[in-house]
């Protein structure tokens, strides 16, 4: 069970269809406009009411481009997804009465939680950011940084009391439909330990090291790659690409933009002044790119196309973040908004980028500036070549596999 963007819901493609090859009935619960997504995994689908897109271009929604990452922002969205958690209530518990587990990402855990109780089930929590208090680094949802390490750990128990009110006006009135729960389920493994409920967080240790004050139970697994229904990029693309040299990659993910035909302009334009040719992907910001240097994109599979460019600029989504270290090419970061700071900061720290460009910031004079030193700098690509090569190594997807397995006396395969 998962909401919010595309980055929210396809690392959940790829659990899901290790799940199925392990013999477990699977269902990805989330927007019907991401059921695609699962075409050919295995994995099957119950659609949510919402569409984050339409809400993101709707006047409410608009309205967030006014203010920037931080507390501020944070309470608006905040605000606006508290009056759409609701309308997904219903959907959440028909999912659930026809499962055996329930698997929650972080934005839909404190709904799921409720309805795990309520049904008897056993759940699990599959993240993508590093959500739980730590002195290490402020909450990823603020931004990124450090404000010292009680700051950050204070930091951190405000935000997690902010989204437990997003659900607050739901929650009371799931356990009063759904009742007590029959019979206690006793918790297994780690999400024993101090009663905490067990957390698998799918990134890598090497982006971001498991905090070291985290309790037991917590653990890091490395990342859940996507499933990818295609295997080939399409005969366009295959043949720009073969076309020249390495073009650089752009692209915004489902980040919205109040001035697509500048931001593009700028893009291209930076591009130019650094000789680089571009393959700019159109995104829910809609970007736009004409000429022979450059190419336009719909959704293409990152883990087909990136190896094959020069560098990356993006918005440093946590699976966008996640496909460029593994193509093992330098990075460009230009953050938008929430956790995006968070994953521009550790790209710059492993030294796979030369500096953030916030999108509030980006001109054509600083994306030439960060592209000059992305692509030429050898520093850059061989730091970024080397961690590409170890996260490549890892398989975070067995983790949850044997995770749900310990949901279930035996580990005998059940419906998720």
């Given at each position: 069970?998962?909401?919010?963007?595309?980055?929210?819901?396809?690392?959940?493609?790829?659990?899901?269809?290790?799940?199925a090859?392990?013999?477990?009935?699977?269902?990805?619960?989330?927007?019907?406009?991401f059921?695609?997504?699962?075409?050919?995994?295995?994995?099957?689908?119950?659609a949510?009411?919402?569409?984050?897109?339409?809400?993101?271009?709707?006047?409410?929604?608009?309205?967030?481009?006014?203010?920037?990452?931080?507390?501020?922002?944070?309470?608006?969205?905040?605000?606006?997804?508290?009056?759409?958690?609701g309308?997904?209530?219903?959907?959440?518990?028909?999912?659930a009465?026809?499962?055996?587990?329930?698997?929650?990402?972080?934005?839909v855990?404190?709904?799921?939680?409720?309805?795990?109780?309520?049904?008897?089930?056993?759940?699990?929590?599959?993240?993508?950011?590093?959500?739980d208090?730590?002195?290490?680094?402020?909450?990823?949802?603020?931004?990124?940084?450090?404000?010292?390490?009680v700051?950050?750990?204070?930091a951190?128990?405000?935000?997690?009391?902010?989204?437990?009110?997003i659900?607050?006006?739901?929650?009371?009135?799931?356990?009063a439909?759904?009742?007590?729960?029959?019979?206690?389920?006793?918790?297994?493994?780690?999400?024993?330990?101090?009663?905490?409920?067990?957390?698998?967080?799918?990134?890598?240790?090497?982006?971001?090291?498991?905090?070291?004050?985290?309790p037991?139970?917590?653990?890091v697994?490395?990342?859940?790659w996507?499933?990818?229904?295609?295997?080939?990029?399409?005969?366009?693309?295959?043949?720009?690409?073969?076309?020249?040299?390495p073009?650089?990659?752009?692209?915004?993910?489902?980040?919205?933009?109040?001035?697509?035909g500048?931001?593009?302009?700028?893009?291209?334009?930076?591009?130019?002044?650094?000789?680089?040719?571009?393959?700019v992907?159109?995104?829910?910001?809609?970007?736009?790119?004409?000429?022979?240097?450059?190419?336009?994109?719909?959704?293409?599979?990152?883990?087909?196309?990136?190896?094959?460019?020069?560098?990356?600029?993006?918005?440093?989504?946590?699976?966008?973040?996640?496909?460029?270290?593994?193509?093992?090419?330098?990075?460009?970061?230009?953050?938008?908004?929430?956790?995006?700071?968070?994953?521009a900061?550790?790209?710059?720290?492993?030294?796979?980028?030369p500096?953030?460009?916030?999108?509030?910031?980006?001109?054509?004079?600083?994306?030439?500036?960060?592209?000059?030193?992305?692509?030429?700098?050898?520093?850059?690509?061989?730091?970024?070549?080397?961690?590409?090569?170890?996260?490549?190594?890892?398989?975070?997807?067995?983790?949850?596999?044997?995770?749900?397995?310990?949901?279930?006396?035996?580990?005998?395969?059940?419906?998720?």
């Amino acid at each position: 069970m998962t909401a919010g963007s595309r980055g929210d819901v396809a690392p959940f493609t790829g659990v899901g269809h290790a799940l199925a090859r392990a013999g477990h009935q699977v269902t990805l619960v989330t927007h019907a406009r991401f059921a695609p997504l699962v075409t050919g995994s295995g994995v099957g689908f119950h659609a949510l009411p919402v569409d984050p897109r339409t809400e993101l271009e709707s006047e409410r929604g608009r309205g967030l481009h006014r203010s920037s990452t931080g507390p501020g922002k944070l309470l608006r969205v905040g605000r606006m997804a508290r009056a759409l958690v609701g309308r997904m209530t219903d959907d959440l518990v028909a999912a659930a009465r026809e499962s055996d587990a329930l698997l929650l990402s972080a934005s839909v855990a404190p709904l799921g939680h409720a309805i795990a109780e309520g049904l008897s089930l056993p759940s699990l929590d599959l993240y993508l950011q590093p959500v739980d208090p730590t002195r290490e680094f402020a909450p990823p949802l603020l931004g990124g940084g450090s404000w010292g390490a009680v700051g950050n750990r204070l930091a951190g128990h405000g935000v997690a009391r902010g989204v437990e009110r997003i659900f607050a006006p739901v929650v009371p009135s799931v356990r009063a439909r759904l009742g007590p729960p029959a019979v206690r389920r006793p918790a297994a493994g780690p999400r024993a330990l101090r009663g905490r409920q067990r957390v698998l967080h799918g990134f890598s240790p090497l982006v971001v090291p498991r905090p070291r004050d985290w309790p037991p139970g917590l653990d890091v697994t490395g990342y859940w790659w996507p499933y990818d229904r295609v295997s080939r990029l399409p005969a366009a693309l295959d043949a720009f690409l073969a076309a020249g040299p390495p073009p650089v990659f752009v692209g915004l993910g489902s980040a919205t933009v109040p001035d697509p035909g500048r931001l593009s302009a700028d893009i291209v334009r930076a591009l130019r002044r650094a000789g680089l040719r571009g393959v700019v992907q159109r995104g829910w910001a809609g970007l736009t790119a004409d000429g022979d240097d450059m190419l336009t994109v719909d959704d293409v599979p990152h883990s087909l196309l990136f190896p094959r460019t020069a560098a990356v600029v993006h918005h440093c989504g946590a699976g966008t973040t996640a496909a460029g270290v593994r193509a093992g090419v330098p990075a460009v970061p230009v953050p938008v908004q929430f956790d995006e700071g968070f994953w521009a900061d550790r790209l710059v720290g492993l030294g796979v980028a030369p500096a953030t460009v916030p999108l509030r910031r980006l001109t054509a004079d600083t994306l030439t500036e960060a592209l000059l030193r992305a692509t030429r700098d050898p520093g850059h690509r061989e730091r970024a070549r080397a961690l590409g090569a170890r996260i490549r190594e890892e398989d975070g997807t067995a983790r949850v596999v044997e995770a749900v397995g310990d949901l279930e006396p035996g580990g005998a395969p059940h419906s998720a």
